[in-house]
Each structure stands twice: as structure tokens, then as C-alpha cells.
């Protein structure tokens, strides 16, 4: 017989498995469609469809892991499991902040003017570098994580002592790791958002002077500068309730550990939201079943 939290989080499954497959999904057919018409894909456009991918499986990978931390945990290899939960989940995160942070540096080169010299160059060399950077980050990203995993396996096979020593070189690692995968891409990003406000507040300037000047561009910056924001946010959120979730004695029998879970179960389709209602194309898409018919 279930309790009453554990068919919560079973209704939270049902619901958001097919919410954050269906959304991402359908980012991932507008881009391949268009790739399949012969049309190029833009530098943002190549990492929102990465980012429709990490999250498609990002959801994929969840649903698995919540329902078999709420119902599998009897199972002999129950730990390795768990282990390896915990590290496909810091790999997604450090992944999620990166390209949160190559989304917002195209936002900002494409719609902040003027830009910084320093910028200017990286705007013509953007569409050369954008996909062996995006594979060149996925490589990075996993060698980073592959520490963590492989020292917390081997403090559940030791001793005490050697798991106290091995915990604290864990510490350090995860510090290390926090630096590279989240403080770095937050850097960046926070740098684009202040560029792409700076760039906004001039737009508006020049508006009050000349009522006709730039009205889609003060949109497209207001669009970016929103979802710039709402991805860094949501990102920050889900490490907080990452790591609170793997530093914390588990146990699945209290509401804090069901709002844990249920707080990862929706972050896929709530990045989803961000980039559809953040770009026109994809919003387009989504707007067409909807249409009424004339």
C-alpha cells in the first residue's frame, strides 16, 4: 500500500514525464525539421536545440532515478545506482549553467550595440566555433565529474578513517568542480545580463527621443534579458536542490524530500518554457495547433 507522500511523487511522475518530454521534444523536431529543410542553424539556435536534448534526457534520467530512489531502494545494488544518479546529475547541471551562459554570450553579441572591442572578434569567429565548442564542453564537463563519482564510490568500500580522508578530498573537489561548472558560466551570464540591460536602458533613451526608432530590437532585448535571467535562475535553483539532495541523509518517508524530488522532476520542462516563450520560432510552433482555424 502506498503512503500518502509516496503517491504524490508517483502523480508527480505521471504528470511531468510526459509535460517535459512532449516540451522538449518538440524543441528538438523545430530545429530538426528546419535542418532537414536545408535551413543553417544560428548559433543560438544550435544551442537551444542542445539545450532541448540535455533536458529531454535530463527528464528521461529523473523519472528513472526518482521512481527507483521511492521504490527500488531494497535492491542489492542500490548504492552503484544511486552513485551514478548523483553523477549524471552534477554532469547535467554543470552542463545546463554552460549553455545557459554560450546562450546568453550570442544574445549579447547579436543584440548589444555598441559592443566592447574584445567582443567584436569573438562576434566573427562565432558561427566557426559554436559546434566543436558545444562538443569540446560536453567532454570537459564529463572529465570533471568523473572525480567525485569515482572517490564517493570508493569511500563505501573503506574504512572510517579512510572515508574521512577521502571525504575531504571530495570537499575540495566539489569546490573545485563548483568553480569550473557553475561560478564560471554564472560569471559569464551575469556579464551578458548586465551588458544586454546596459544596451536596453540606451534603447529606451534613444525611444523617448525618437518614438520611432528600434521597436523590435527593444523587444528582442527584452525577450533576451528575460530569458538570460529565468535560466540562470532556474539553473541556481536546481544545483541548490541538487546538492541538498545528495549532502542530506535520504529519506523518503518526509514533504521536504517529496518537494526535493518534485522541484527536479519539473526543472526540464520548466527550462522548456523559458527557451519556447523565449524565442519567436519555437513560440510560432507551438502556436500553430492552437490557431483557430478560418
Request: hydrophobic share 50%; net charge positive; proline share 4%.
Given at each position: ?71 527500488g531502494l531494497h535492491l542489492p545494488f542500490a548504492s ?215
Amino acid at each position: 500500500m502506498l503512503s500518502a507522500l509516496q503517491l504524490i511523487r508517483t502523480v508527480m511522475l505521471i504528470v511531468t514525464w510526459p509535460c517535459g518530454t512532449i516540451l522538449n521534444s518538440s524543441i528538438i523536431a523545430v530545429y530538426l525539421s528546419d535542418w532537414k529543410k536545408g535551413v543553417k542553424l544560428g548559433e543560438c539556435d544550435q544551442i537551444s536545440l542542445s539545450m532541448g536534448c540535455t533536458n529531454l534526457l535530463l527528464q528521461c534520467f529523473v523519472t528513472l532515478g526518482v521512481a527507483f530512489l521511492s521504490y527500488g531502494l531494497h535492491l542489492p545494488f542500490a548504492s552503484k545506482v544511486s552513485l551514478a544518479v548523483g553523477a549524471v546529475l552534477w554532469f547535467i547541471v554543470f552542463l545546463s549553467f554552460w549553455l545557459t551562459a554560450g546562450l546568453s554570450v550570442c544574445y549579447c553579441l547579436r543584440l548589444v550595440n555598441p559592443l566592447p572591442k574584445y567582443f567584436i572578434q569573438l562576434k566573427r569567429r562565432l558561427s566557426s566555433i559554436i559546434t566543436p565548442l558545444l562538443l569540446w564542453s560536453v567532454a570537459f564537463l564529463f572529465i570533471l565529474t568523473v572525480p567525485i563519482n569515482c572517490m564517493e564510490g570508493i569511500a563505501t568500500d573503506h574504512n572510517t578513517t579512510t572515508n574521512y580522508n577521502i571525504s575531504n578530498t571530495v570537499a575540495v573537489y566539489m569546490i573545485f568542480d563548483g568553480i569550473l561548472g557553475i561560478g564560471f558560466p554564472t560569471l559569464i551570464t551575469s556579464i551578458c545580463i548586465v551588458l544586454s540591460l546596459i544596451s536596453l536602458l540606451r534603447h529606451i533613451r534613444r525611444m523617448k527621443q525618437n518614438t520611432q526608432f528600434g521597436s523590435p530590437q527593444l523587444k528582442n532585448l527584452i525577450g533576451a534579458c528575460r530569458t538570460m535571467f529565468l535560466l540562470m535562475a532556474l539553473n541556481f535553483i536546481f544545483f541548490l536542490v541538487i546538492l541538498r539532495m545528495i549532502l542530506s541523509p535520504y529519506n523518503p518517508e518526509t514533504i521536504w524530500q517529496t518537494v526535493v524530488f518534485s522541484c527536479v522532476m519539473l526543472t526540464p520542462s520548466g527550462q522548456a518554457i523559458v527557451l519556447i516563450f523565449g524565442n519567436s520560432k519555437l513560440l510560432s510552433a507551438w502556436s500553430k495547433p492552437v490557431a483557430p482555424q478560418g
